[in-house]
């Protein structure tokens, strides 16, 4: 599989890849499984030694154990910003998404204090 070379450092690679959902992968491999096109910022690596790397960046699934976002945390949004009715949010269609960051409030906090933690860890 052809992969972007995001950094060398003697005997490892990390490179990114888009897996079958097409969401972009970055894992550290060995360089010798690397076989390094001439401009240096692509590479050649076979499936088998993707599967192999060290998984690189937070595990954000495994850490984000369950988020739970009800109707009722919207709705108290909603009226909070005054949206009542269709013709209170066609006045100000661009509030729905400050409802959106505001319910979802208590999960920001969590995902900033997840990458403190696993920063430390490194």
Same mark, same amino acid.
């Given at each position: 599989m052809? %992969?972007? %070379?995001?950094?060398?450092?003697?005997q490892a690679v990390l490179v990114e890849y888009q897996d079958s959902h097409n969401v972009p992968m970055r894992v550290s491999?060995? +360089?010798?499984?690397a076989s390094m096109e001439q401009d240096g910022t692509h590479a050649e690596i076979s499936d088998t030694a #993707?599967?192999?790397g060290i998984p690189y960046g937070i595990p954000w699934s +495994?850490?984000?154990k369950s988020?739970?976002?009800?109707? @009722?945390d919207i709705e108290r949004e909603m009226y909070k910003n005054g949206i009542w009715t269709l @013709?209170? #949010?066609?006045?100000?269609?661009?509030?729905?998404?400050?409802?959106?960051?505001s319910a979802t409030i208590d999960l920001s906090r969590s995902i900033a204090q997840i990458a403190k @933690?696993?920063?430390r860890k490194e």
């Open positions: 052809r %992969v972007k %070379v995001i950094f060398r450092k003697k491999v060995q +360089a010798t499984k #993707l599967k192999q +495994a850490k984000i988020v739970t976002i009800t109707g @009722e @013709e209170d #949010l066609q006045r100000n269609p661009q509030i729905v998404q400050g409802v959106i960051l @933690e696993y920063s």
